[in-house]
């Protein structure tokens, strides 16, 4: 039998290192993840890639050149910010004649009802529109603030206007509000003689079948029955005629008289901030401060 005994030191087998990184035998790290953001493979950043495909899918699903303030209230803030990113805004004196040249199409095919001026504020140029139910102040930043129905029409109007993707329509000369007495009394009416016309004929129509059925005898109730449910259909389309044309009477003369108030008054309304073409609003002046300090 071998003696392991008189075995030397040195001929003894190495003892393991508890841990192999102590003595550097070790040289494997662990893998770098990356910071968030960093630039993937292809060198795009992750963050960017999803930026990307939410403006995709905020395009697809809302309509753009008919956007409103009722698309405005659907949408998120993240869609918000995909759709309108800060880098591609159309901002400075150039978004002022985009807005100017929108809002005057807007006036004049009565989308949005409002005087336009402009303004200085600061010894720079804005845009007011104002009614008498609001008013709305553009800065150049495409800042819009505002009251009441006049600011909820303008807020897309220039979000759209910013969008370098949006094409302006040229407005037409005469873009002004109209003369209160070159408004009609209502629209519509080719429309409402072609719905007279076929009220008409179910009258006849129900009515000769009645005297049908009273004069021969018929032997059946189908013919006084369909000739009575003539009759009512025609009456019903008569009635929906009367009552669009009174509508329309009350909306043209709700128009002529808010055009009246327009042009009748001397001066504009109190609520709006604007002295001798010059923005007084100070609570805004103090809100500037404010965000520049």
């Given at each position: 039998?071998?003696?392991?005994?008189?075995?030397?030191?040195?001929?003894?087998?190495?003892?393991?290192?508890?841990?192999?990184?102590?003595?550097?035998?070790?040289?494997?790290?662990?893998?770098?993840?990356?910071?968030?953001?960093?630039?993937?493979?292809?060198?795009?950043?992750?963050?960017?890639?999803?930026?990307?495909?939410?403006?995709?899918?905020?395009?697809?699903?809302?309509?753009?050149?008919?956007?409103?303030?009722?698309?405005?209230?659907?949408?998120?803030?993240?869609?918000?910010?995909?759709?309108?990113?800060?880098?591609?805004?159309?901002?400075?004196?150039?978004?002022?004649?985009?807005?100017?040249?929108?809002?005057?199409?807007?006036?004049?095919?009565?989308?949005?009802?409002?005087?336009?001026?402009?303004?200085?504020?600061?010894?720079?140029?804005?845009?007011?529109?104002?009614?008498?139910?609001?008013?709305?102040?553009?800065?150049?930043?495409?800042?819009?603030?505002?009251?009441?129905?006049?600011?909820?029409?303008?807020?897309?109007?220039?979000?759209?206007?910013?969008?370098?993707?949006?094409?302006v329509p040229e407005p037409p000369e005469d873009w002004s509000l109209p003369h209160p007495d070159s408004v009609p009394e209502g629209s519509g009416e080719?429309?409402?003689?072609?719905?007279?016309?076929?009220?008409?004929?179910?009258?006849?129509?129900?009515?000769?079948?009645?005297?049908?059925?009273?004069?021969?005898?018929?032997?059946?109730?189908?013919?006084?029955?369909?000739?009575?449910?003539?009759?009512?259909?025609?009456?019903?389309?008569?009635?929906?005629?009367?009552?669009?044309?009174?509508?329309?009477?009350?909306?043209?003369?709700?128009?002529?008289?808010?055009?009246?108030?327009?042009?009748?008054?001397?001066?504009?309304?109190?609520?709006?901030?604007?002295?001798?073409?010059?923005?007084?609003?100070?609570?805004?002046?103090?809100?500037?401060?404010?965000?520049?300090?």
């Amino acid at each position: 039998m071998e003696d392991t005994s008189t075995r030397s030191e040195s001929e003894s087998p190495p003892e393991e290192s508890p841990d192999p990184a102590a003595d550097g035998s070790d040289d494997r790290t662990a893998p770098d993840d990356g910071e968030p953001g960093a630039p993937d493979a292809d060198g795009t950043r992750a963050d960017e890639t999803d930026i990307e495909a939410l403006r995709e899918r905020v395009e697809s699903e809302y309509d753009f050149d008919d956007f409103g303030p009722s698309d405005m209230a659907q949408m998120s803030a993240e869609e918000w910010d995909a759709a309108f990113d800060p880098d591609t805004w159309i901002t400075g004196d150039r978004l002022l004649d985009r807005v100017d040249a929108e809002l005057k199409s807007r006036i004049a095919t009565r989308d949005v009802f409002g005087v336009l001026e402009r303004v200085r504020e600061d010894g720079e140029e804005r845009i007011l529109v104002y009614s008498d139910e609001g008013y709305a102040i553009i800065r150049p930043t495409g800042e819009v603030r505002g009251e009441g129905t006049v600011l909820r029409d303008i807020e897309p109007v220039v979000a759209l206007a910013a969008m370098e993707s949006y094409e302006v329509p040229e407005p037409p000369e005469d873009w002004s509000l109209p003369h209160p007495d070159s408004v009609p009394e209502g629209s519509g009416e080719f429309g409402n003689l072609v719905v007279q016309a076929v009220a008409a004929v179910q009258v006849l129509a129900g009515a000769a079948l009645l005297v049908a059925s009273a004069v021969a005898d018929l032997g059946t109730i189908v013919a006084p029955a369909m000739g009575a449910v003539f009759l009512l259909i025609g009456l019903f389309l008569f009635a929906m005629v009367a009552n669009a044309r009174l509508s329309d009477r009350f909306r043209s003369e709700e128009y002529r008289d808010r055009l009246r108030a327009l042009r009748e008054a001397k001066e504009r309304p109190g609520f709006v901030p604007v002295e001798d073409g010059v923005v007084t609003d100070e609570d805004a002046d103090a809100t500037e401060r404010d965000r520049e300090n």
